[in-house]
């Protein structure tokens, strides 16, 4: 499955996504909904995400269905229905599927499940990230980071983002800047924004122009994430300083 993803997006973009889940392959339909859902190369669209999400699940693929419950847990283009997508997510978790104990794992460390779930997190986001889910890595960085444990949310975020993450590139690019690595800060920005985030090519751009560094490709970058709708872009391209 996962090779087959990385097949399409290769070969193409939404437009072979969407293709290919037209013609039934599951997997695409996951992957195109997903891509809905964060606005990555695609305009944002939570109520399209919760159909081909939906649709994923239909023709059998488990990672659709955790995605599907999770949207339904959040409410993100369809009503919230938390008790029975929860559910839903601990059988699919239980049946031994690494995205759904990854969902779980991010919805309880969000306060979903309350203390009992909050206390399960972690050793589920751990699980997860260690069977290849990359955004387990992340969201377990995330909570590190959180406890200022920052050399282990460095190397969970790196890994995120060396497994194909935009927003673990994101997260790394941030935890770097708080160490003014700005290096290394910029190479992980670089790379959130060439995987279509704009809050990545926000974040790059800054450092660009406040290094000195290439000031032009700057404002450049600043005017890409304006346009994606980073509303910090387009208040720094206000900006006569910059």
């Known amino acids: 499955m996962i090779l087959l993803i990385a097949l399409l997006l290769a070969a193409s973009d939404g437009a072979a996504l969407d293709r290919s889940c037209k013609a039934g392959?599951?997997?695409a339909c996951h992957e195109l909904g997903r891509l809905y859902q964060s606005g990555r190369g695609v305009p944002q669209d939570l109520a399209r995400a919760a159909t081909l999400l939906k649709r994923s699940c239909k023709l059998g693929?488990?990672?659709?269905?955790?995605?599907?419950?999770?949207?339904a847990v959040l409410g993100q283009g369809q009503p919230a229905n938390p008790v029975p997508a929860l559910a839903r997510l601990e059988t699919l978790c239980k049946q031994g599927h690494?995205?759904?104990?990854?969902?779980l794992g991010a919805l309880f460390a969000q306060g979903y499940g309350k203390e009992a779930g909050a206390a399960r997190a972690p050793k589920l986001?751990?699980?997860?990230?260690d069977a290849g889910v990359p955004a387990a890595c992340r969201n377990l960085a995330f909570e590190l980071s959180k406890k200022n444990d920052l050399e282990g949310a460095n190397k969970l975020a790196d890994r995120?983002?060396?497994?194909?993450?935009?927003e673990g590139c994101l997260l790394l690019g941030d935890l770097f800047g708080k160490s003014n690595d700005?290096?290394?800060?910029?190479v992980a920005y670089a790379k959130a924004c060439d995987a279509g985030l704009p809050a990545g090519c926000y974040g790059q751009?800054?450092?660009?122009?406040?290094?000195?560094?290439?000031?032009?490709k700057g404002k450049d970058l600043l005017d890409k994430a304006c346009k994606g709708g980073d509303g910090r872009a387009c208040r720094a391209e206000l900006n006569p300083e910059l």
């Not at 995120?160 to 935009?166: L, T, V």
Request: hydrophobic share 45%; aromatic share 0%; proline share 6%.
């Open 25 to 27: 392959k599951a997997a």
């Open 61 to 71: 693929d488990p990672d659709g269905c955790a995605d599907d419950a999770m949207a």
């Open 98 to 103: 690494p995205l759904a104990c990854a969902d």
């Open 125 to 129: 986001l751990a699980s997860a990230c």
């Open 160 to 166: 995120a983002c060396a497994g194909g993450d935009p």
């Open 182 to 186: 700005v290096l290394r800060a910029g």
């Open 205 to 216: 751009a800054m450092i660009l122009i406040q290094t000195g560094a290439d000031r032009e």
